[in-house]
């Protein structure tokens, strides 16, 4: 029996067993929706091993990848985990409540963790005018963390078929309304779509890595490791805001660029690049941080190209030093050439340019099925399609009509929304309208927060956003005969292990970038660059810390370069005539991977409002931006 048979059979059997345990706990999880998700697994295992030789995945790294994101899943899902370790108290009983709709069982309350914890409504102060009522009234509901006020709001508006305006594009709020849609509008259905896709991101950037640099498989592993425990990504998967999707198509769009970049076919090469297009126009749909990276990739493209052609000699004596050395003959990069050169690759690469603008453009679906207006200090509103008010005024709007109405119809359970008409030209001016009102609200914002920041200071960890602060209310702790008030913290601070050893990390990929011409470090240092100075350092506006998020995946890869990179070198002390050593300095890299490990339980608390006594609080402030 050939091998995929052999592993289709495994699956199917996991699919019905993970079917019947979605039933028999009472998992929000539908049967036939179970068993899809493990075929959909087994099925991209079985894809990715195929196409070895060019991913350079094999079946280890598709288990490696399972546990991890598994792993990541779990701390995402059951945060703030129970019993507390480090304080030595045992809470035998969850205090989280189920998702509402949703039968309590034996696994809510799993060996004194309360494993639902991603749902707990820390801010029950944090309300808002929700249309939740008959007929959309609008009710007040409260639980929100910082910006949940805002994008799961949004979100239900799109499912419900409500105006509003955003200066993001809508992709995000989309993808949160699928979560609201399947656990309804309460904590667990406005975050559990943000746990996913940050669970996803930590597989994403293994098989990154791996394509980057398959010589050893510790690279991967540190670098998805690295990611995984790192506070701001933390927090970030477990509210309902949209920087998560953003990280996601970045990172799974980078992937796809280094597999269109090592395509050894022609058929490779042209799936890959118009599936990276395909994935760059989602990434913008999500939020505008994808476009550096779509950038970066015009970057590495033409610098392909045009590298062999380019030599420049020092400035010395001579001029006998190479500042830019001739590229060697490369007969894999020669035929790589060739073979693209045949392909007519200009208009491609043009056809990949469309297919961007043109999937941004169909994210706007549902946003031609609403009547909307656009205020007219954020948009142009002149056009022949738009019927506009009164232009006086701050306040004044411009009322567009709707581009594709739609009817409702129920296929059994499932809701479809139906087009009844198509106006190509209004939802083109839709588009327009609603992109220049976003970028002009950018470009115009004036405001202050307490907890913005400059964007040079976001490496350095300096000050981070306080997402939620309990200081009542979270039981005391008594210690030597001293009663003490709990304080309950979610910051999104990173994980100081990981960026204050990274930022060395990324020094040394300049060097060897510079020293080595080294393509890898080349790599990590422009993703960085590109999505932290590039990105951020124009805005006039207010900037926070978690803009970061997006540069976050190539600080944790530069940190596993590095440490791979030492894990298989030996360095030597010269002492006058004396010589001590070799050395490994594989002791030095586990110390690095143990101080991140303990960072990340160390200051666990302070990423998932789990409350700890205030003088062992203050001891986690190290900085004084930090508080």
């Not at 009983?93 to 998702?99: H, I, M, Q």
């Not at 999500?286 to 990739?297: G, R, T």
């Not at 954020?378 to 709007?397: E, L, M, N, Q, W």
């Amino acid at each position: 029996m050939p091998a995929w048979q052999s592993e289709g059979i495994g699956a199917a059997a996991a699919a019905a067993i993970f079917a019947a345990i979605c039933v028999l706990l009472h998992w929000p999880v539908h049967p036939l929706v179970a068993a899809v998700m493990v075929a959909a697994v087994w099925g991209l295992s079985l894809l990715l091993r195929r196409h070895r030789g060019l991913t350079g995945i094999d079946g280890l790294d598709c288990i490696i990848v399972g546990i991890l994101v598994a792993a990541a899943l779990l701390v995402r899902l059951a945060s703030p985990i129970y019993p507390d370790f480090l304080q030595g108290n045992l809470d035998a009983v969850g205090t989280v409540p189920a998702p509402a709709g949703v039968h309590r069982s034996p696994t809510h309350e799993l060996a004194g963790i309360g494993a639902w914890g991603l749902g707990y409504p820390f801010n029950v102060a944090g309300c808002t005018q929700v249309p939740t009522g008959p007929h959309n009234a609008e009710v007040k509901r409260c639980g929100f963390v910082f910006d949940e006020v805002y994008f799961p709001v949004d979100a239900l508006k799109d499912l419900k078929g409500i105006d509003y305006f955003d200066p993001e594009p809508p992709l995000s709020k989309l993808i949160i309304a699928g979560g609201i849609s399947w656990l309804g509008f309460n904590t667990w259905g406005w975050r559990i779509m943000s746990a996913i896709f940050g669970s996803l991101v930590v597989g994403l950037l293994y098989f990154l890595a791996r394509r980057l640099w398959h010589r050893h498989r510790a690279f991967p592993v540190l670098a998805a490791l690295f990611f995984s425990l790192d506070g701001l990504e933390l927090v970030e998967s477990r509210t309902g805001v949209i920087d998560i999707f953003a990280v996601f198509f970045v990172v799974l769009g980078l992937w796809l660029f280094t597999l269109h970049w090592h395509a050894r076919t022609r058929r490779e090469w042209l799936w890959t690049l118009y599936l990276t297009a395909a994935v760059s126009g989602l990434g913008v749909a999500a939020k505008a941080d994808m476009v550096p990276v779509v950038m970066l990739m015009g970057v590495l493209l033409a610098a392909r190209w045009v590298r062999p052609h380019l030599r420049l000699r020092g400035l010395g004596r001579n001029g006998s030093r190479w500042l830019l050395p001739p590229v060697p003959d490369d007969s894999a990069e020669a035929g790589r050439r060739t073979m693209v050169a045949a392909l007519r690759w200009g208009w491609h690469y043009l056809g990949g340019a469309v297919l961007i603008v043109l999937i941004f453009y169909l994210a706007f679906f549902r946003y031609w099925t609403i009547p909307h207006s656009v205020y007219v200090n954020f948009a142009d509103t002149r056009g022949a399609t738009a019927s506009c008010t009164g232009f006086t005024t701050t306040a004044s709007v411009c009322r567009l009509p709707v581009a594709m109405p739609i009817k409702e119809d129920q296929l059994g359970p499932v809701t479809l929304w139906l087009p009844t008409s198509f106006n190509l030209g209004q939802s083109l001016v839709d588009v327009e309208m609603n992109s220049v009102a976003g970028l002009s609200y950018q470009a115009t914002l004036k405001a202050t927060h307490p907890f913005s920041s400059p964007y040079y200071t976001w490496p350095l960890d300096a000050h981070p956003v306080l997402f939620y602060a309990g200081y009542k209310g979270n039981g005391v702790t008594t210690t030597d005969g001293q009663t003490i008030s709990n304080y309950a913290w979610i910051s999104d601070m990173g994980n100081p292990a990981i960026f204050w050893m990274g930022l060395l990390a990324l020094a040394i990929c300049l060097y060897w970038t510079v020293r080595r011409r080294d393509r890898i470090a080349l790599f990590i240092l422009l993703g960085f660059l590109f999505n932290w100075l590039i990105l951020w350092s124009w805005p006039s506006r207010i900037l926070f810390f978690y803009e970061i998020l997006e540069a976050l995946p190539f600080t944790c890869l530069a940190l596993a370069y590095c440490c791979t990179r030492l894990a298989h070198a030996r360095s030597a002390v010269q002492l006058g005539p004396v010589r001590l050593g070799p050395y490994s300095l594989r002791p030095l890299v586990g110390a690095v991977v143990l101080a991140v490990i303990l960072s990340f339980a160390y200051f666990y608390p302070l990423w998932t409002g789990q409350p700890i006594p205030s003088n062992d609080f203050f001891q986690h402030i190290w900085l004084p931006g930090w508080y």
